[in-house]
């Protein structure tokens, strides 16, 4: 179902965005604490380790009981409704696009559009289109997530309004490079190990067994995303430190803080102050996020496009009654 497949013509573009918006913000409910571990864990700039003094997270179940105390419950869900709209967006503008890139191969080209590598490129592509389309919410998730009590920004609007004041407009799209550059390879990753895992699964499982399919789905999607985001983090990392620029104060209660004038800063800075496990901080609740979300991702978005193809087939015949 995910990519096209001229054997099996069933979403549009359209109904392609509406599948994809309604697997990101279920699976956004699902992944929200995770993600606010993994955010903390990246800009954290001590040791992530118990024998160092000044770290204040140590390890996901301590960083959990750490959040839970100082901030409640609803910290694990802070910068929920930016991120929301993120997953609505980013769902939406990804699997419209890959869908169409898909298409449109098997239509120009002489590539077959179930291809691995045609998979890789087009769901590359399809991941950049939608980030830079939602970029801006990708950061202020990233700054809600972040800051700890007492708050920096009340609400979105008024996080909007000062952020635009304060840094202007450009701030919006901190971190546009490395994430730009890390999307690509991410997702296309995510889309080829995702098709390749299809269809190794429909080679060892004889046809009379394939009835779990949207086990198979979670399966391969939480592998896929395990795989790619391993081969990606570092880039995934960056970003995260890019983006809370200029909101030092905010970082001041979670320990040290640093500046970094760009991509390549902070590449050396990480290296010289945190040495190369600094560029896999965070990547234990990370793979596990991608492990739940990309599985989700893929399990929701098959599903609810099986829905659709079901509700035509339903009302087609409908039609030709009447």
């Not at 599948?19 to 040791?47: H, M, N, W, Y």
């Not at 701030?171 to 390749?196: D, H, M």
């Not at 592998?223 to 620029?245: E, H, M, N």
């Amino acid at each position: 179902m995910v990519g096209y497949d001229p054997e099996a013509n069933c979403v549009s573009a359209a109904e392609a965005a509406a599948a994809g918006s309604a697997s990101g913000l279920v699976t956004r409910v699902i992944i929200s604490p995770l993600d606010v571990i993994k955010i903390r864990f990246q800009l954290q700039i001590e040791q992530l380790s118990s024998r160092n003094p000044g770290a204040k997270y140590h390890g996901i179940l301590q960083a959990v009981q750490r959040i839970f105390q100082e901030e409640g419950l609803v910290a694990f869900w802070k910068g929920h409704v930016p991120a929301q709209f993120l997953s609505i967006g980013y769902g939406a503008v990804q699997f419209m696009a890959f869908e169409s890139l898909t298409k449109l191969v098997h239509n120009v080209t002489s590539y077959n559009a179930r291809d691995s590598s045609v998979h890789f490129v087009c769901g590359g592509l399809a991941a950049c289109t939608a980030t830079v389309a939602v970029q801006p919410l990708d950061t202020l998730r990233t700054r809600f997530a972040a800051q700890g009590e007492p708050k920096v920004y009340c609400n979105l609007r008024h996080a909007v309004v000062t952020m635009y004041q304060t840094e202007g407009p450009r701030t919006f799209y901190r971190g546009l490079t490395p994430t730009i550059v890390a999307v690509f390879p991410y997702a296309g990753l995510q889309f080829s190990f995702y098709n390749i895992l299809q269809q190794f699964s429909d080679w060892m499982i004889p046809a009379e067994g394939k009835k779990g399919g949207n086990v198979k789905n979670l399966v391969c999607g939480s592998c896929a995303g395990i795989i790619s985001k391993t081969l990606t983090y570092p880039l995934d990392l960056f970003k995260k430190r890019l983006q809370v620029g200029g909101f030092e104060q905010a970082r001041a209660a979670f320990g040290q803080v640093r500046t970094y004038s760009g991509l390549l800063d902070c590449i050396r800075q990480i290296m010289r102050e945190e040495g190369p496990s600094g560029f896999f901080k965070g990547l234990s609740p990370s793979l596990l996020k991608a492990a739940v979300s990309t599985g989700l991702v893929f399990f929701w978005y098959e599903l609810f496009c099986s829905l659709l193809c079901a509700l035509k087939n339903i009302d087609s015949p409908t039609r030709k009654s009447g």
